[in-house]
């Protein structure tokens, strides 16, 4: 199985895997979630990730508003000091 991986073609699954695991570690869910989708797009695979794909998207979304929440929330508290 070849995957095709920023204009070449890596061997195997193992390389998406590893680039993902990265992501994953950094707390970068977009990039992973866009890179496991690029990688099935057109396979039987892509019925299985896309659950995981969504809720990634949705939980990098909801820790974004947190952040922004959270910088709302101190800029209030600094306002009434």
Same mark, same amino acid.
């Given at each position: 199985? #070849? +995957?095709?991986?920023? !204009?070449?073609?890596? *061997? !195997? +699954? *193992?390389? +998406? /895997?590893? #680039?993902? $695991? &990265?992501?994953?570690?950094? !707390?970068?869910?977009?990039?992973?979630?866009?890179? +496991? %989708?690029?990688?099935?797009?057109?396979? %039987?695979?892509?019925?299985?990730?896309? *659950?995981?794909?969504? #809720?990634? &998207? %949705? &939980?990098? /979304?909801? %820790? #974004?508003?947190?952040?922004?929440? $959270?910088?709302?929330?101190?800029? /209030?508290?600094?306002?009434?000091?």
């Amino acid at each position: 199985m #070849q +995957i095709k991986e920023k !204009g070449k073609y890596s *061997d !195997g +699954i *193992d390389s +998406i /895997v590893s #680039q993902v $695991q &990265r992501c994953l570690s950094d !707390g970068n869910l977009v990039d992973a979630a866009d890179l +496991i %989708e690029k990688s099935v797009k057109g396979t %039987e695979a892509e019925k299985l990730v896309a *659950d995981w794909v969504k #809720q990634a &998207r %949705e &939980r990098a /979304v909801m %820790e #974004q508003v947190l952040l922004l929440l $959270q910088a709302h929330a101190t800029a /209030v508290a600094s306002s009434l000091a």
